[in-house]
C-alpha cells in the first residue's frame, strides 16, 4: 500500500488510553463527507478505537515516546486505517475468535476488541515492521455499501 | 513536508460519569459520557462499591451514555456470575442504538436481559418477584 493515499493530515498520540477520544473524533470527522451510514461510520470508530486501545494495553515495551500514528484515507470504493506503532509486533489475525455461546456459558471477560473489529471491518491487514519499514502497520478497510 | 494532528490538547472532552439511585428492588445506576478502555476501571471500581453496599438487583440505564467499547462491555462480565450467585441480576435499559449496536455485535442478548427502558426493567423485576 503506497502512503499517498493517506490525503487526511495524520493523527500522532502518545500511547495513553486519555487520548482514545482524540483518536474516535480525528475518525468521525474523517468519515463526515462520505455516504456511510451512521451506523457504519459508529462501527469504524468503534473498531480504530479497539484496535488503538488493545495496542496500548499490550504493547508493554511501549514507551510513552514511542507515538502511535493513525492515517485514514477515503475513496470512492472504501474507506482506509492505517494504524502505525513500533511497539513489539502483535499480529491480531493471529488471535482466536471467541465461541460466545462458550464465553457467555464460561462468563469470560476480556478479550472482545478484535472480535469486534472483524465484525465491523472487510479487511484487517498486518504488516511487521522491516528493515525498510521501522514501524508496524496495522490496516484496517471498510467497503463503501454502494461500491460491494 | 509531512503535518500531523498532535495531541497538544489535553483537556477531556469524552468524560464519564455514574450516579445511582435506590429503589425498592434494585439499585438504578445511571451511565453518563463516554465509557472506554480509559474510563472502564473508574466504571468497575464505582460498580463494585454500589454492588456490595446495595441491593441484589441491578438495573443499569444507559439513556445519557453516548459510547461503548468492549472495556465497558468487560466490566459486565466481571460482575454478573457473582451477582447471579446472589440471586440478583444486572438489568440493562434505555440504550441508544449506537450503544445497543456494541452489545448486539456479540451477542450479549444471550445473557443480559436488554430493556427499552428503565421501567420495563423494573416491572420485570417485580413480576419476577
Same mark, same amino acid.
Request: proline residues 3%; hydrophobic residues 45%.
Given at each position: 500500500?503506497?502512503?499517498?493515499?493517506?490525503?487526511?493530515?495524520?493523527?500522532?498520540?502518545?500511547?495513553?488510553?486519555?487520548?482514545?477520544?482524540?483518536?474516535?473524533?480525528?475518525?468521525?470527522?474523517?468519515?463526515?463527507?462520505?455516504?456511510?451510514?451512521?451506523?457504519?461510520?459508529?462501527?469504524?470508530?468503534?473498531?480504530?478505537?479497539?484496535?488503538?486501545?488493545?495496542?496500548?494495553?499490550?504493547?508493554?515495551?511501549?514507551?510513552?515516546?514511542?507515538?502511535?500514528?493513525?492515517?485514514?484515507?477515503?475513496?470512492?470504493?472504501?474507506?482506509?486505517?492505517?494504524?502505525?506503532?513500533?511497539?513489539?509486533?502483535?499480529?491480531?489475525?493471529?488471535?482466536?475468535?471467541?465461541?460466545?455461546?462458550?464465553?457467555?456459558?464460561?462468563?469470560?471477560?476480556?478479550?472482545?476488541?478484535?472480535?469486534?473489529?472483524?465484525?465491523?471491518?472487510?479487511?484487517?491487514?498486518?504488516?511487521?515492521?522491516?528493515?525498510?519499514?521501522?514501524?508496524?502497520?496495522?490496516?484496517?478497510?471498510?467497503?463503501?455499501?454502494?461500491?460491494? | 513536508? =509531512? &503535518?500531523? @494532528?498532535?495531541?497538544?490538547?489535553? /483537556?477531556? $472532552?469524552?468524560?464519564?460519569?455514574?450516579?445511582?439511585?435506590?429503589?425498592?428492588?434494585?439499585?438504578?445506576?445511571?451511565?453518563?459520557?463516554?465509557?472506554?478502555?480509559?474510563?472502564?476501571?473508574?466504571?468497575?471500581?464505582? =460498580? &463494585?462499591? @454500589?454492588?456490595?453496599?446495595?441491593? /441484589?438487583? $441491578?438495573?443499569?440505564?444507559?439513556?445519557?451514555?453516548?459510547?461503548?467499547?468492549?472495556?465497558?462491555?468487560?466490566?459486565?462480565?466481571?460482575?454478573?456470575?457473582?451477582?447471579?450467585?446472589?440471586?440478583?441480576?444486572?438489568? =440493562?435499559?434505555?440504550?441508544?442504538?449506537?450503544?445497543?449496536?456494541?452489545?448486539?455485535?456479540?451477542?450479549?442478548?444471550?445473557?443480559?436481559?436488554?430493556?427499552?427502558?428503565?421501567?420495563?426493567?423494573?416491572?420485570?423485576?417485580?413480576?419476577?418477584?
Amino acid at each position: 500500500m503506497s502512503n499517498d493515499i493517506y490525503d487526511i493530515v495524520p493523527l500522532r498520540i502518545s500511547p495513553l488510553t486519555h487520548n482514545l477520544e482524540l483518536v474516535r473524533s480525528y475518525i468521525a470527522r474523517a468519515m463526515t463527507s462520505t455516504l456511510l451510514t451512521s451506523g457504519e461510520q459508529h462501527g469504524i470508530v468503534l473498531a480504530v478505537d479497539e484496535a488503538c486501545a488493545n495496542l496500548m494495553a499490550h504493547a508493554v515495551s511501549m514507551q510513552p515516546s514511542h507515538d502511535i500514528e493513525v492515517r485514514v484515507a477515503v475513496t470512492p470504493q472504501d474507506i482506509v486505517i492505517e494504524i502505525r506503532d513500533v511497539s513489539e509486533a502483535f499480529d491480531p489475525r493471529t488471535v482466536e475468535q471467541p465461541d460466545m455461546a462458550v464465553y457467555f456459558r464460561e462468563m469470560r471477560s476480556g478479550g472482545l476488541g478484535i472480535a469486534l473489529i472483524r465484525r465491523v471491518m472487510d479487511t484487517i491487514d498486518y504488516l511487521p515492521a522491516s528493515s525498510e519499514t521501522p514501524f508496524n502497520r496495522l490496516i484496517l478497510r471498510k467497503r463503501h455499501r454502494s461500491a460491494s | 513536508m =509531512l &503535518r500531523f @494532528i498532535t495531541t497538544t490538547r489535553t /483537556a477531556r $472532552v469524552n468524560t464519564f460519569t455514574i450516579t445511582h439511585t435506590h429503589h425498592d428492588r434494585a439499585e438504578i445506576v445511571h451511565l453518563h459520557g463516554y465509557l472506554d478502555a480509559h474510563t472502564a476501571s473508574q466504571f468497575e471500581r464505582d =460498580l &463494585r462499591v @454500589i454492588i456490595e453496599q446495595g441491593d /441484589a438487583h $441491578v438495573i443499569v440505564d444507559f439513556e445519557h451514555l453516548d459510547y461503548i467499547s468492549s472495556a465497558g462491555l468487560g466490566v459486565f462480565m466481571v460482575f454478573i456470575e457473582d451477582i447471579r450467585k446472589q440471586g440478583g441480576d444486572i438489568l =440493562l435499559a434505555a440504550m441508544r442504538d449506537n450503544v445497543f449496536s456494541v452489545f448486539d455485535l456479540l451477542g450479549f442478548q444471550v445473557l443480559f436481559r436488554i430493556f427499552p427502558t428503565v421501567d420495563e426493567a423494573m416491572a420485570a423485576l417485580s413480576n419476577n418477584a
